[in-house]
């Protein structure tokens, strides 16, 4: 039975015993109000026995009819009302029918005394008279004791109903309360054991058991409840299902995740294509080392690294080729240092080591040289064997620097000191690097000031024909009019220009101003010959330059014809494909191209001969000795055949002497070059010079 039922049927029961009560407590009233009107009822008829008893006595005593009349009417109106109370049958009403028939016999006596007494007064007449009065007066009397008996009966009724009321009444709250304690007890004793059974239900779930149901078939509000309950941990249940499945999914995400972060760790702190640390790695892992050496008083060396050559390879075999290289270079690094070293690689082919604990700078210098050793043995790439080198410059913590920056700015100029002294080698940082370095960067800046001013200024040098003694050209010689310094030579900045990447800007400065002076004597009726220019083995490397050239003649009117470049014989050596390509450009353009400084490389023959050129260059070096040195003699006689047998010609430079001029003419050189015939001079010098010196008459406009 559902607990509103119950509700129901507990509130319908009050109801039915509050109405009962209201019942009983108006029919004792009704009851109550009967008894009083009786006893009403007793007393008039008491009042009329008092007074019917006093007209008896009155007619007794003065035989006087008129109150026996009274009395008469008296009973009339007893009468009346004894006849309308006395139609019910209870003890009361005995005793009022009895009233009744007293009353109606005193009616009669009275009758009969009334019609003796008006028929005469004889004797007879007057016993009758008195027998009659006391006859009337025993039935008075038995109706006065008629009325007091109904009035005791009336009171004792009254107490009976108050009794008997009190009782139902106090039996009909004892049952309603009996009812309705039994029916809160029965309830309450369910009650509890319902939210008891729910009770536990609910404990199970809070501890974490899902699967928890409560069986409660009661068809009450309990058992909706208990069902919800169950439907709820259904869906818990489910949803703990799939939240187990989800945890599964999340523990199997994290997984994944944490291998992303450590492959994007591995990815964010190492190199690619040799899996060595990077430079963010490479930076912080320096930046501990120098921290914790602080601590311990420790030297923390640092190494960087270059490969040499490294650059000519790449450009030339390309970036696969070089790619193996570095992962070759790599791991001979890794193989010859300790497992406490650090190597990495800072990107191209820079690499850095620390070196910490430092106990003397011997240590150091024996690692460093067993990493020059290892990158001696040739690199095995395909086909390729290809002979590379390191330069590696060191700086020691706390000595050469105490944060990061410092150290790798100094291990890197110490770097740069190797590859300056021919590389393949180490050096230790020293003050005077920076000095040098500083230096450096003020003529950088210098230059950078003078390319933009125009500062540079162009000096010639005549070329004389051995076999005449004519000039047959002029080489262009830069020189930097430097506001402060005055005149600066070529040496002295074209390195830096080359290091800094305005070699290009300069060398298209000179050529410009060059064929521009060349043009301007041509127009003005004396011939130069033919205007040789140095070309920077970099800028050939800039796929613009022929363009740019091309512009440079189309601007300045200069013939191409009458153009030759003097290309460095190293650069031949460390040919790039892209290098060549251009050479190929120009000479395809109609521009000359010469070898300058030839016989300080090892370019063989079977080289020289596929290379677009047209003239070769003796060094300085082997003229100057000539005289004397029968070595020098014998290489530049060497250059001159070689030249002669590949159909090119052959310029000597640096002749200072007749000797050595009648030497090269001696071993059939074509041409030279030196302050025998005039050193590098300004425009009107030397236009003063080939005023009296007219070019070769031999050098036709189709010769050239
Ligand atoms: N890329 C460019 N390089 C240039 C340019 N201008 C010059 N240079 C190169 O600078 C180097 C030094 O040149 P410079 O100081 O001008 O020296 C030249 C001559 O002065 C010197 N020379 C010539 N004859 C003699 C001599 O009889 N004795 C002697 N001691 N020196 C002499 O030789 C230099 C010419 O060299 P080269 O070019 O090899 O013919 C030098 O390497 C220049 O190439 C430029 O514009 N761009």
């Known amino acids: 039975m559902k607990i509103s039922q119950r509700l129901v049927i507990l509130a319908t029961s009050a109801v039915a015993l509050s109405i009962a009560l209201t019942g009983n407590m108006l029919w004792q009233d009704y009851q109550q109000s009967r008894i009083f009107s009786r006893l009403e009822d007793a007393y008039r008829v008491q009042t009329g026995i008092e007074t019917m008893r006093a007209h008896l006595s009155n007619y007794q005593q003065n035989r006087n009819l008129s109150p026996l009349s009274e009395s008469r009417l008296l009973y009339e109106e007893l009468d009346v009302m004894l006849s309308q109370s006395a139609n019910t049958l209870d003890q009361q009403e005995v005793y009022l ?65 108050h009794t008997q009321g009190n009782l139902l009444t106090g039996g009909l709250l004892l049952a309603l309360t009996l009812l309705l304690s039994g029916l809160s007890l029965r309830t309450a004793k369910l009650f ?21 149901q409560i069986e409660m078939d009661t068809g009450d509000e309990f058992s909706e409840v208990a069902h919800h309950f169950n439907q709820m941990t259904d869906r818990l249940q489910e949803s ?23 492959a994007l760790r591995q990815l964010a702190d190492h190199d690619e294509l040799t899996q060595l640390p990077n430079r963010t790695y490479f930076r912080n892992n320096l930046l501990s080392t120098i921290r914790k050496s602080e601590r311990h008083g420790n030297a923390v060396a640092v190494l960087f690294m270059d490969l040499d050559k490294f650059k000519q390879i790449n450009d030339s ?223 050939l490397t800039e796929r ?55 016989g300080t490389g090892y370019s063989s023959l079977s080289y020289l001969k596929q290379l677009p050129i047209s003239k070769l260059k003796i060094d300085r070096s082997f003229t100057r000795d000539l ?3 029968a070595e020098d003699r014998a290489i530049s006689e060497a250059i001159i055949a070689l030249g002669k047998s590949l159909g090119l010609q052959v310029i000597a430079e640096g002749v200072e002497l007749e000797g050595q001029a009648d030497i090269l003419i001696h071993e059939g050189c074509d041409q030279a070059q030196g302050y025998l015939y005039g050193k590098p001079m300004s425009a009107e010098q030397f236009s003063l010079l080939a005023a009296a010196n007219p070019v070769s008459e031999g050098l036709t406009e189709t010769s050239l």
């Open 627 to 629: 005289i004397d040195d």
């Open 544 to 598: 613009q330059v022929p363009e740019q050239i091309s512009q440079i003649l189309k601007f300045t009117g200069w013939p191409v014809h009458r153009l030759e470049l003097e290309v460095t014989e190293s650069f031949f050596i460390s040919d790039t494909q892209r290098s060549l390509a251009v050479l190929n450009q120009l000479r395809d353009m109609g521009i000359k191209l010469a070898i300058d400084d030839f």
């Open 240 to 262: 703990s299902i799939s939240r187990n499945q989800l945890q599964i999914e999340v523990e199997r995400r994290t997984q994944e995740l944490e291998m992303q972060k450590q």
């Open 192 to 212: 509890k054991h319902r939210i008891s059974v729910l009770d536990q239900g609910i404990r199970h779930l809070s501890e974490g058991d899902t699967r928890i």
């Open 97 to 161: 029918q009895s009233l009744n028939k007293r009353n109606n016999s005193v009616c009669f006596l009275l009758d009969q005394m009334i019609r003796i007494h008006e028929s005469g007064q004889d004797q007879s007449q007057t016993d009758a008279l008195t027998h009659l009065s006391n006859l009337l007066s025993s039935v008075i009397q038995s109706m006065s004791e008629d009325t007091v008996r109904l009035e005791q009966y009336a009171v004792e009724g009254s107490k009976q109903l």
């Open 317 to 539: 075999l390309g970036h696969n080729i070089g790619d193996e290289v570095l992962q070759e270079a790599s791991r001979r690094f890794r193989d010859r240092l300790r497992c406490s070293d650090f190597v990495a690689r800072l990107g191209g082919d820079e690499f850095t080591v620390i070196i910490e604990p430092v106990d003397n700078p011997q240590d150091v210098a024996n690692i460093a040289q067993q990493l020059l050793q290892c990158m001696q043995q040739p690199v095995l790439v395909k086909q390729h064997s290809l002979h590379l080198g390191t330069s590696i410059g060191i700086s020691v913590f706390p000595q050469d620097g105490k944060d990061v920056a410092t150290l790798m700015r100094n291990a890197d100029l110490a770097m740069y000191k190797a590859k300056e002294n021919g590389g393949n080698r180490f050096h230790f940082y020293s003050e005077d690097m920076t000095q040098d370095a500083l230096r450096k960067m003020s003529l950088e800046e210098e230059l950078r000031q003078a390319l933009q001013e125009d500062q540079l200024t162009v000096y010639y040098q005549p070329q004389y024909d051995l076999g005449n003694k004519k000039l047959v050209g002029v080489e262009a010689l830069v020189r930097w009019n430097h506001p402060e310094k005055g005149l600066v030579a070529p040496m002295e900045f074209i390195p830096l220009a080359e290091e800094r990447g305005l070699i290009n800007q300069l060398g298209l400065q000179v050529l410009q101003k060059a064929c521009t002076q060349c043009a301007q004597w041509l127009n003005e009726g004396f011939d130069p010959g033919i205007l040789a220019v140095n070309i920077s083995a970099r800028q």
